[in-house]
């Protein structure tokens, strides 16, 4: 895969070298150890996430797995193209340079550069110096993320912005004051029912950000919510499958052995589930 975009006026071209997800496991080996710049891209191969490493091989298994920052979204990842480049300096100008070319929808530096405010970087420097606040704490007074916030206090984002000697902190004013609870609710709904971050993200018409903040936050208000929506579609869930066993025992006259199959579940509980919702079903039993 060729990738060419312009920087002062002269064409730069990269050959980066595709790995479908499926096959990354007999690829992955020949990636350990190696540095590089990665792009993850969706079923539509468009690039969704750059990034830089010194371990291809590792970083790259952490973000199909979901086990790193971009865990909200790796089941939108389908494949992975990667360049090495082992210079530190080249490495980390290229990736600025491609984000600023492509603007994956999922990087902090695509999606949020243009949009955080100087204020907002005072904020966090300010509150990064009270050494009082989690980064994810720094984050959700200021409307950024927690990675955002590891940047800026590692000096990686924003080293020259200075702090006014009269500065006074004021909590940032995100647009998810604007987000009712009946909109979040319908987010998390959509997000357990499978819908990918970028769907949602559509068809809300938030920022990935917001719905970063929404799904993930440790903010009363979103966690409150969450929890709750969250166990009344385990309830829902559940009821649809003991709706399925009684539909499937008395309307189709399934044994309890091929229920259970069906079902992915035990013959023991099949039993279980007709006994303890024998009344609450009733009207299944009625009409066979």
Do not use: C, W
């Not at 979204?73 to 980390?92: K, M, P």
């Not at 606040?133 to 924003?158: M, P, Q, R």
Request: hydrophobic share 35%; no cysteine; proline share 2%.
């Amino acid at each position: 895969m060729e990738i060419s975009f312009v920087f002062k006026q002269n064409t730069i071209t990269l050959d980066f070298t595709d790995i479908e997800k499926s096959n990354l496991e007999h690829s992955n080996n020949e990636l350990i150890g190696k540095e590089g710049i990665y792009l993850l891209k969706d079923k539509s191969n468009k690039v969704i996430y750059i990034g830089i490493t010194n371990n291809l091989g590792v970083r790259v298994r952490r973000h199909i797995k979901g086990t790193t920052h971009t865990s909200y979204f790796h089941q939108d990842i389908e494949s992975i193209s990667y360049y090495v480049e082992e210079n530190d300096y080249e490495r980390e100008a290229l990736e600025k340079l491609l984000i600023n070319a492509l603007k994956p929808v999922y990087n902090e530096t695509a999606k949020g550069f243009q949009r955080v405010e100087v204020s907002q970087i005072i904020a966090i420097k300010y509150l990064l110096g009270l050494r009082q606040y989690t980064n994810l704490e720094i984050a959700n007074k200021t409307g950024v993320s927690d990675a955002f916030v590891s940047n800026v206090s590692t000096g990686k984002y924003y080293s020259d912005v200075e702090i006014p000697s009269d500065y006074v902190f004021k909590p940032h004013t995100s647009p998810n004051n604007e987000i009712n609870k009946e909109v979040i609710e319908e987010i998390y709904l959509d997000f357990l029912g499978g819908k990918s971050i970028a769907t949602i993200h559509s068809e809300k018409r938030l920022s990935i950000d917001d719905l970063k903040l929404i799904l993930s936050s440790s903010q009363p208000l979103y966690k409150e919510i969450r929890d709750r929506v969250k166990s009344d579609y385990k309830r829902s869930e559940k009821d649809k499958l003991i709706e399925d066993v009684f539909r499937l025992r008395f309307q189709q006259g399934l044994t309890l052995m091929k229920i259970a199959k069906l079902k992915g579940i035990t013959h023991s509980t099949v039993g279980r589930y007709l006994k303890e919702n024998e009344e609450k079903f009733s009207h299944i039993k009625e009409v066979s």
